[in-house]
């Protein structure tokens, strides 16, 4: 057995439960499933751990989160979010790619993400404007985009600084190929 880990420790990934359950890309059994196995897997484990895996909607998961969850500038938890947009949404009918386009704006967060990131998703919401009325460019254009956050998982939340690292390279490299 191990010991629990600590609420401050786990702020990131909590902010990424938070928005991904307000956004519908994180469902509450997972929250709760994770809650559980490090319940089971420490000694003593943390209290709030314990009201986490007893919530039965999502309202409550949100309100315990939001007790633990302050407002944060990390680009990261837009990242995170990104990728489980990328890995837990198919993009391959016109609702579908409606959707994940709106659900992109809607973790579009200026102040945090680089301006190329910015662009590109102010791209996306002007879809009407920018893609023709199949949405074949943009399912491309999304999926292409998309795939950068893919390294970012729930389960390697201990690595997410190095791995935006690794993205940040990514997106350097792609706003290049852009440019050239």
Same mark, same amino acid.
């Given at each position: 057995?191990? *010991? *629990? $880990?600590?609420?401050?420790?786990?702020?990131?990934?909590?902010?990424?439960? %938070?928005?991904?359950?307000?956004?519908?890309? !994180?469902?509450?059994?997972?929250?709760?499933?994770?809650?559980?196995?490090? !319940? @089971? @897997?420490?000694?003593?484990?943390?209290?709030?751990?314990m009201e986490l895996?007893? =919530? +039965?909607?999502? #309202? =409550?998961?949100?309100?315990?989160?939001?007790?633990?969850?302050? $407002?944060? /500038? #990390?680009? !990261? %938890?837009?990242?995170?979010?990104? /990728?489980?947009?990328?890995?837990?949404?198919? !993009?391959?009918?016109?609702?579908?790619? @409606? %959707?994940?386009? +709106?659900?992109?704006? +809607?973790?579009? *967060?200026?102040?945090?993400?680089?301006?190329?990131? #910015? *662009?590109?998703?102010?791209?996306?919401?002007?879809?009407?404007?920018?893609? $023709?009325?199949?949405?074949?460019?943009?399912?491309?254009?999304?999926?292409?985009?998309?795939?950068i956050y893919n $390294?970012?998982?729930? &389960?390697?939340?201990?690595?997410?600084? +190095?791995? #935006?690292? &690794?993205?940040?390279?990514?997106?350097k490299e792609k706003?290049? &190929?852009? %440019?050239?």
């Amino acid at each position: 057995m191990t *010991s *629990s $880990p600590q609420v401050q420790d786990l702020k990131l990934l909590l902010s990424v439960f %938070r928005e991904g359950l307000i956004q519908g890309v !994180i469902s509450k059994e997972e929250i709760v499933a994770w809650a559980d196995q490090l !319940i @089971e @897997e420490a000694d003593e484990p943390d209290y709030f751990l314990m009201e986490l895996a007893l =919530c +039965n909607d999502v #309202n =409550c998961l949100v309100e315990l989160l939001d007790k633990h969850v302050i $407002p944060t /500038a #990390n680009p !990261i %938890r837009d990242r995170v979010l990104l /990728a489980l947009v990328y890995q837990r949404l198919p !993009i391959d009918e016109v609702k579908e790619v @409606e %959707r994940v386009a +709106n659900l992109v704006d +809607n973790i579009l *967060s200026a102040k945090k993400l680089t301006d190329f990131e #910015n *662009s590109s998703i102010y791209t996306f919401d002007d879809y009407y404007v920018h893609y $023709p009325p199949e949405f074949r460019e943009l399912k491309v254009e999304l999926k292409n985009f998309l795939t950068i956050y893919n $390294p970012f998982t729930l &389960q390697n939340y201990t690595h997410w600084v +190095n791995i #935006n690292e &690794q993205v940040l390279e990514l997106l350097k490299e792609k706003e290049s &190929q852009i %440019r050239s």
